[in-house]
């Protein structure tokens, strides 16, 4: 093999590796931004960003593997696969409580989340409290479905704001059984 | 004057799709609805829940069902909305919770829904009402609950109900006190 091959081969694993990346994980839309912004206002200064990044289909594929081999003995790994399988696109932002000596956020605050997004085309269906743990889901709406499924939760020092787009209604199955009937029925 | 008369013409009609807007989400006037207001009754430290299903998201949960179930898809199919609020109960809030179970209970009568499940012990306090409208169908139901596992559940399903099926919400979303409907509309008394 010449050493212009070589070189040429490099190089194109090299743009494949970062074309695989750049549709793997990547930064946030505009659209995420601003209702990261939205969300933030809210809790005013009390949270830091930390971390914020985008995961498209090909990282999903890939974590979807590492969930099927890391739970390979349950029955749901396969299920939690098939998910993430529907889904486009995550994107994720990570808070930080500033004071950590500071309460936790109370109920009233994901009232105020509600009443902030609904303008958006966001609609909460589910809520949640449990120990340290503050969350709220919601919908966005598009013409006669949703395209969008929000959550916000608030667990110990971290605000974690996470949108993800695609076919939805598997999410949204999973997420009525599991989370919130997982504290209804005290299980 | 033409344009006048148009853009007045418009104003009403942006007007009018806001209202139009506004009532998709104001269950007030459905006979079958009922506002338990907020988590206020919810322990500091207990976990709390609550889950509205509104009309659009029941079609879509309606639709993912029908291929595994024809009768539950069209059951939920026709409910216009399920609100479940879920707490943990504890000495704090016990009180708390047993006076909102009977303050629902006056209102409800007050609003002649009919009770059609009563169960009141030591550990248990459920109870289960029906609103049935003139044509007599029922368009509302509601559960107010405290049970042994010191969780208390208030439901509200507001829509087309049949009570010979509605309990199979209960898998569904995995309601609490559901099965304990057996299609009857008399009082039962438990204790």
């Known amino acids: 093999m010449t050493k212009m091959k070589i070189k040429r081969i490099s190089l194109l694993l090299l743009i494949s590796t970062v074309g695989l990346f750049q549709t793997g994980c990547f930064g946030v839309t505009s659209h995420f931004k601003s209702i990261r912004e939205s969300v933030a206002q809210r809790v005013d200064k009390d949270y830091v960003k930390r971390f914020e990044f985008g995961i498209g289909r090909s990282m999903m594929s890939v974590a979807g593997l590492f969930i099927r081999v890391a739970e390979k003995n349950n029955d749901e790994s396969e299920n939690v696969d098939d998910l993430f399988a529907q889904i486009d696109l995550i994107e994720f932002s990570i808070f930080e409580k500033r004071d950590h000596s500071r309460n936790s956020p109370e109920v009233k605050v994901l009232d105020d989340l509600i009443y902030k997004l609904e303008n958006n085309h966001y609609e909460y269906f589910v809520k949640f409290k449990d120990g340290n743990e503050l969350g709220i889901v919601f919908l966005r ?29 598997g999410m949204i199955d999973w997420a009525l059984k599991k989370r919130t009937m997982e504290v209804a029925s005290n299980n | ?40 009754l919810a322990d500091e430290n207990g976990s709390v829940a609550e889950v509205i299903l509104e009309a659009k998201l029941l079609r879509m949960v309606s639709k993912m069902a029908k291929g595994e179930d024809e009768e539950l898809a069209n059951l939920i199919a026709g409910l216009k909305l399920i609100v479940v609020n879920s707490f943990e109960v504890s000495a704090n809030n016990k009180d708390k919770v047993v006076d909102r179970i009977n303050s629902i209970d006056k209102d409800l009568n007050k609003k002649s829904w009919d009770r059609i499940v009563r169960i009141k012990g030591k550990e248990e306090n459920v109870n289960i009402y029906i609103k049935t409208t003139p044509e007599e169908t029922i368009a509302g139901l509601v559960v107010a609950a405290m049970d042994e596992n010191d969780q208390a559940t ?15 919400l209960s898998d569904k979303f995995d309601i609490p006190n559901l099965e304990k409907i057996n299609g009857g509309k008399n009082d039962k008394d438990e204790d």
């Open chain 2, 154 to 168: 208030f439901v509200n399903i507001v829509g087309d109900i049949d009570l010979e099926t509605i309990g199979r």
């Open chain 1, 141 to 169: 709406e598009s013409k006669d479905s949703y395209d969008r499924l929000l959550l916000v939760t608030f667990a110990d020092e971290n605000m974690v704001i996470a949108e993800m787009r695609g076919n939805l209604e």
């Open chain 2, 1 to 40: 004057m033409k344009l006048r008369i148009l853009a007045i013409l418009a104003i009403f009609t942006f007007a009018a799709m806001i209202n139009i807007n506004a009532q998709q989400n104001d269950y007030s006037n459905e006979p079958g609805y009922v506002n338990f207001g907020n988590l206020d």
